[in-house]
């Protein structure tokens, strides 16, 4: 566990029962909408995640701590200072946490946060994009950045139209970020259902989603796989009983499931093909 992160006892125990756990990000908290409303609307946020059965984790920088899990106290310490609060994107967490200070989580740093708690799923309004001129400001949100890199996924509203959401949309594309309408073939615009963009695939369950989700994975996991193997020098039949095992280790088991389920299947195809022969 990173020596700079703090979980709450309540996400803490959750993360270790393997119950779901949602990652809440808290610049929408301090610079996003005004107070109280912004307090008011993060517990709202909070009691809606526990009531569709999952714990809410509100992540946030607080006196230099990477923080997953806040109280309901220190929601309303970054609600009330609002702006005075740092902004804190990837660049800025070194500084904040060797400083000691508070930073406000972007999606960008509360994905980082969320993914060093193992936490997979991440509620917020919307993410940052490319700004309009950004041809000639280079203004690119560092969350496009983020989303390509770490793998926890982000369910937000789109973008606000104040982006150039059709540049923003490329950018996704040439990261390799799935763009995925639930519902709706269409990106949304934040305010509103259309923004007049495509999303890259529609699906209509939270099943399909976590499905999806889960390949990106193990995708993922893949690819550590074989750069640690490499690294390691590992060669010719080591290979595969390497790349199993770590395989098998970065899911959590998860890829050894689907590997039993695998075989499973197969056996039962070749039993009904053997018999028809
Ligand atoms: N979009 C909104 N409201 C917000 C943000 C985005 O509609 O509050 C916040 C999010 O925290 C997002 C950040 O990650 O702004 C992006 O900022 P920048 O463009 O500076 O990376
Ligand atoms: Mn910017």
């Known amino acids: 566990m990173n020596k700079y992160l703090d ?4 996400v803490s125990e959750a993360l270790a029962a393997g119950k779901p756990v949602v990652a809440l990000e ?5 610079h996003g909408m005004p107070y109280p409303q912004n307090v008011e609307t993060a517990l709202m946020v909070e009691k809606t995640i526990r009531d569709n059965g999952a714990v ?3 992540i946030a920088v607080i006196g230099g701590r990477l923080k997953a899990g806040l109280t309901p106290a220190e929601i309303e ?3 009330k200072k609002g702006r005075a609060v740092t902004k804190a994107s990837r ?25 060093l708690a193992g936490i997979k799923v991440f509620a917020t309004g919307g993410i940052g994009g490319v700004h309009r001129g950004a041809e000639t400001t280079m203004d690119i949100s560092a969350d496009l950045e983020e989303l390509a890199m770490t793998p ?12 150039d959401l059709g540049l923003t949309l490329e950018y996704l594309e040439t990261k390799g970020v799935p763009v995925i309408g639930y519902g709706t073939d269409e990106l949304p615009a934040f305010y509103t259902r259309k923004s007049g963009f495509k999303v890259d695939y529609r699906i209509d369950t939270p099943e399909e989603l976590a499905a999806a989700f889960r390949a990106k994975l193990e995708n993922a996991a893949i690819d550590q796989a074989i ?14 009983p390497f790349l199993l095992a770590r395989i098998k280790d ?5 890829s050894l499931d689907s590997n039993i389920q695998l075989v499973l299947n197969n056996a039962r195809l070749a039993a009904r093909t053997a018999a028809l022969l």
Not at 26 to 30: C, G, H, L, M, P
């Open 7 to 10: 979980l709450s006892p309540e």
């Open 26 to 30: 808290s610049t929408i908290i301090s």
């Open 56 to 58: 809410p984790a509100t």
């Open 77 to 79: 310490y970054l609600g």
């Open 91 to 115: 660049r800025d967490l070194p500084v904040l946490v060797a400083r000691g200070e508070d930073g406000a989580t972007t999606v960008t740093t509360t994905m980082i946060i969320a993914n």
């Open 152 to 163: 926890v996924m982000v369910i937000c509203a789109g973008a606000k139209s104040i982006l």
């Open 227 to 240: 750069a640690e193997c490499s690294e390691k020098g590992i060669k010719g039949k080591d290979t595969t």
């Open 250 to 254: 970065i899911t959590g088991g998860d």
